[in-house]
C-alpha cells in the first residue's frame, strides 16, 4: 500500500509543477497573440557589473505588457547600448548598474546615444540598487525605475507623452512582477 500512495504523491506533484509551467505561459502567448508591440526596448546591464536581478524582471514585466524586449545581457558597453537602438530603432533604453563603480556607465549611455545621433529619438531609462531619482536627473535620463511595476507605468507614460505608441494591456502574469525592487 505505501508504495502505490507514494506513486501517487509523486505524480501530483509532478502535475502541479508542469502546470506552474505550462498555464503562465499559455495565458502570456494568448495574450500576446491579439497585440502588436507596444515598443522596442534595449535593455542590459552596464559594462563591468554582472547583477541582472533589478534588470531581469524589469525585462519580464515589460515583455508581459507587450513590449519587443531586446536583453543584451550584462557587462554590456555603452558603445553596444547605441549601436542596437540605432539598429532596431529602438524606442527605449534602460540601462542598470549596481555598484558606484559602475554607475558612471550609465552617463556614458546617454553620450554614446548622442553622438549616434539618436538621443532625441529614444526614452532612457536608469535602475540599479544604488541608482536614485536625482542620479536619473544628473545624468539626463528620461525615466528612473525604481522595480518593475514602476518601470511598466513610466515606459507606458512615455510613450503616451512621445504619441509614437499607444500601448496596449494584458494582465498575463502580472502577479509574478508585482513589487519586485530594482
Given at each position: ?110 553620450e554614446q546615444l548622442k553622438a ?67
Amino acid at each position: 500500500m505505501y508504495g502505490k500512495n507514494f506513486n501517487l504523491l509523486v505524480l501530483l506533484i509532478l502535475v502541479i509543477v508542469v502546470a506552474q509551467f505550462v498555464f503562465p505561459v499559455s495565458a502570456e502567448a494568448s495574450c500576446k497573440q491579439g497585440n502588436e508591440s507596444s515598443g522596442t526596448v534595449i535593455i542590459g546591464t552596464v559594462e563591468g557589473d554582472s547583477h541582472t536581478f533589478g534588470k531581469d524582471s524589469v525585462a519580464t514585466a515589460l515583455e508581459d505588457e507587450g513590449f519587443e524586449v531586446i536583453d543584451l545581457g550584462n557587462g554590456v558597453s555603452a558603445e553596444s547600448f547605441a549601436a542596437n537602438a540605432k539598429e532596431k530603432k529602438a524606442d527605449f533604453v534602460f540601462s542598470f548598474a549596481s555598484m558606484s563603480t559602475t554607475m558612471i556607465h550609465q552617463i556614458q549611455i546617454e553620450e554614446q546615444l548622442k553622438a549616434a545621433g539618436i538621443r532625441d529619438k529614444v526614452i532612457t531609462g536608469v535602475g540599479g540598487s544604488l541608482v536614485t531619482q536625482a542620479w536619473s536627473d544628473q545624468i539626463g535620463a528620461d525615466i528612473y525605475t525604481a522595480g518593475s511595476e514602476d518601470a511598466v507605468s513610466k515606459a507606458k507614460s512615455a510613450l503616451l507623452k512621445s504619441n509614437k505608441n499607444v500601448p496596449k494591456t494584458c494582465s498575463a502574469n502580472k502577479s509574478a512582477t508585482k513589487n519586485l525592487n530594482v
